[in-house]
């Protein structure tokens, strides 16, 4: 699948994908991004990682080179978000959709990375919440729990 910018979906991202869905704890999140010449989506890493903290810093040290330049680099990302109930009723997941790009990232890299969005989301079927993130209180936990929770937590 490709999308509007001419960006394609590498097979791994949707079969690490699945494998995370599956929920048989071997991946707690993957972080995607562009190939190095912006042709597709490829997997960046994966981990088993719990914490919150560790993923979102993950995102925030993300870097990009476009045209010998360095800057803050967009990503997206999958992030099997779990959190208590009120009251007490137990534990739920949700599989978050992160599109992380920062608004002082370099133009070229925002712009594309904007418009192959939708070609990375319609390959990953089960997405509970998507969450565009432009700056770094966008993936504050608080934020983030808010969002999935529904303000219901």
């Known amino acids: 699948m490709s999308s509007t910018s001419g960006v394609s979906v590498a097979p791994e991202c949707i079969s690490t994908f699945n494998e995370l869905k599956l929920g048989k704890g071997s991946i707690k999140f993957i972080i995607y991004k562009l190939s190095d010449d912006y042709k597709q989506v490829v997997v960046e890493e994966t981990s088993q990682e719990p914490e919150w903290d560790v993923f979102r810093n993950k995102l925030l040290s993300a870097k990009t080179v476009h045209k010998g330049k360095e800057g803050n680099g967009p990503r997206y990302a999958v ?8 009251a007490g ?6 599989i978050t959709f992160i599109s992380w790009i920062p608004d ?3 133009m ?8 192959s969005k939708d070609a990375l989301k319609r390959s990953l079927n089960g997405i509970a919440v998507d969450i565009q993130a432009n700056d770094k209180d966008d993936i504050e936990y608080g934020e983030v729990l808010h969002k999935v929770s529904k303000g219901v937590h």
Do not use: M, W
């Open 104 to 106: 002082d990232s370099p």
């Open 79 to 86: 992030y099997d978000f779990e959190y208590e109930l009120a």
């Open 89 to 94: 009723e137990g534990k739920r997941n949700k």
């Open 108 to 115: 070229v890299p925002r712009f594309t990375y904007t418009s």
